[in-house]
């Protein structure tokens, strides 16, 4: 008898401590908002929780790395909007040259003006974004370029380095984002360098030739279009940057959407879960009080 008494305890005390579980993760789950916070919640459903939350993750990554891309193609596209610009001072300077032999006061003046233009161009592929020189390829903690009046364009030897960077795409492919100083300034193609118009300016004002100056223009146009072509390239990489990130914004949006589907709890279930475990707590403990006490002279009659 003594042993069906026992049994009868350990019922009611294993009972109620499911109920005391039963009550404490329904209120967790109103008080959080969520219906899975620790592994034994839903045991089946955690390797699902952790993939989507990996995912979410990277995909936020990737959402942030595409905000700096976006700022470097908009201040490499400005740059070269510059350039641009300082291409037109030169031809203007140009056409003054072209006008008639220059006084000597005139040709100094010119020249200092070019010499200028051509340290204004050094400084624009040296922009800087987050400290990192963008034209600089992978090696882009050092200036492309710096002013050296020995050398036939007036600039020094490439410090940088090539460039292998490319922004990710959300769907794991990946697109090139950036160009050299080299491929935008200073191209193998003589025609095509704007360092090289610059320079043969400059040695036209120096000669004070005409038909020195009239080449200059020639070149410092074909500079330019080349210029152009580059900034177009930066204005795709903006395009497909803007792309890319409207399709993170929406993966996230559905990642998130099957992370609630999973974790969130059914507030209304969590309530009504509450309300039944505190009656049935309330019942047996109702039900327990109403069993007579007894002692072990109770069954010794």
Same mark, same amino acid.
């Given at each position: 008898m003594l042993d069906s008494v026992d049994s009868s305890s350990r019922q009611f005390l294993i009972a109620s401590e499911r109920l005391a579980e039963r009550l404490d993760r329904a209120q967790r789950q109103i008080s959080s908002g969520k219906r899975i916070e620790t592994a034994s919640d839903a045991p089946d459903q955690i390797g699902e929780l952790l993939q989507v939350r990996s995912a979410i993750a990277e995909n936020q990554q990737v959402q942030s790395n595409l905000d700096a891309y976006k700022l470097e193609e908009d201040v490499a596209a400005n740059a070269l909007e510059q350039a641009s610009s300082v291409i037109d001072s030169a031809k203007s300077l140009t056409s003054i040259g072209l006008n008639g032999a220059l006084s000597p006061s005139m040709q100094a003046n010119l020249v200092a003006q070019v010499q200028s233009l051509l340290q204004d161009m050094v400084g624009i592929a040296g922009t800087q974004v987050n400290g990192r020189y963008i034209f600089s390829g992978d090696n882009d903690q050092v200036?492309?370029? @710096?002013?050296?009046?020995?050398?036939?364009?007036?600039?020094?030897?490439?410090?940088?380095?090539?460039? @292998?960077r490319q922004a990710r795409h959300p769907d794991g492919s990946s697109f090139a984002i950036s160009r050299t100083a080299p491929e935008i300034f200073d191209s193998p193609n003589p025609d095509e360098s704007v360092f090289g118009a610059l320079a043969g300016l400059l040695t036209a004002l120096l000669d004070n030739d005409s038909a020195e100056m009239q080449n200059a223009l020639a070149s410092l146009q074909t500079a330019q279009g080349h210029i152009q072509t580059q900034a177009a390239f930066y204005g795709m990489a903006q395009n497909r940057i803007s792309q890319a990130t409207d399709s993170a914004a929406g993966k996230d949006t559905r990642l998130q959407a099957q992370l609630s589907s999973i974790q969130d709890v059914d507030v209304t279930a969590a309530i009504l879960e509450l309300q039944d475990a505190q009656f049935q707590r309330q019942a047996a403990l109702s039900a327990r009080a109403k069993v007579p006490p007894t002692s072990l002279f109770d069954y010794l009659r």
């Open positions: 200036p492309p370029y @710096t002013l050296d009046p020995m050398q036939p364009n007036g600039i020094s030897a490439y410090a940088g380095a090539a460039s @292998t």
